[in-house]
């Protein structure tokens, strides 16, 4: 089956965050792709050593989250958002999920099933793409 997962992980030195010493360790300081990369590539590793396929990663950088968001007692509202494409089984799939919840950076996720039929996902590329020229209008 293929999976979409969409994360945003947490931005250190987020004003409106009320945070322990402690919880300042697990933050991702602006500028660094280093925790950001860690994550993404723990949940690959665990899709490549049950078997799976990782199509692609796509980074889409820092944004401003639709509102703020509470997770692990500090508020935040900038995420570093990033997206992997991933060939899985439906375990290996719940296992992603535990790990990522488990992890003190993560703000939120989301793994979307985008088909399980080969005739549905034989054409879909690793490549994701985030389209910001387009209006309302034309999806109409």
Same mark, same amino acid.
């Given at each position: 089956?293929?999976?979409?997962?969409?994360?945003?992980?947490?931005?250190?030195?987020?004003?409106?965050?009320?945070?322990?010493?402690?919880?300042?360790? @697990?933050?991702? &300081?602006?500028?660094?792709?280093?925790? #950001?990369?860690?994550?993404? *590539?723990?949940?690959?590793?665990?899709?490549? $050593?049950?078997?799976?396929?990782?199509?692609?990663?796509?980074?889409?950088?820092?944004?401003?989250?639709?509102?703020?968001?509470?997770?692990?007692?500090?508020?935040?509202?900038?995420?570093?958002? @990033?997206?992997? &494409?991933?060939?899985?089984?439906?375990? #290996?799939?719940?296992?992603? *999920?535990?790990?990522?919840?488990?992890?003190? $950076?993560?703000?939120?996720?989301?793994?979307?099933?985008?088909?399980?039929?080969?005739?549905?996902?034989?054409?879909?590329?690793?490549?994701?793409?985030?389209?910001?020229?387009?209006?309302?209008?034309?999806?109409?």
């Amino acid at each position: 089956m293929l999976y979409e997962l969409i994360a945003i992980v947490c931005e250190f030195g987020n004003p409106f965050s009320v945070l322990c010493e402690c919880a300042k360790f @697990f933050q991702v &300081r602006p500028g660094s792709l280093h925790e #950001v990369r860690d994550i993404a *590539r723990n949940a690959g590793l665990q899709v490549l $050593r049950s078997g799976g396929v990782i199509r692609g990663y796509n980074n889409w950088g820092t944004f401003k989250l639709p509102k703020p968001t509470t997770k692990h007692q500090a508020r935040y509202t900038e995420g570093h958002h @990033f997206i992997m &494409r991933f060939d899985a089984s439906g375990p #290996v799939q719940m296992s992603v *999920r535990r790990t990522l919840g488990l992890d003190p $950076r993560m703000i939120r996720f989301s793994v979307v099933k985008v088909g399980d039929k080969l005739e549905e996902i034989k054409d879909v590329e690793g490549k994701i793409e985030w389209n910001k020229t387009r209006n309302i209008s034309e999806s109409i």
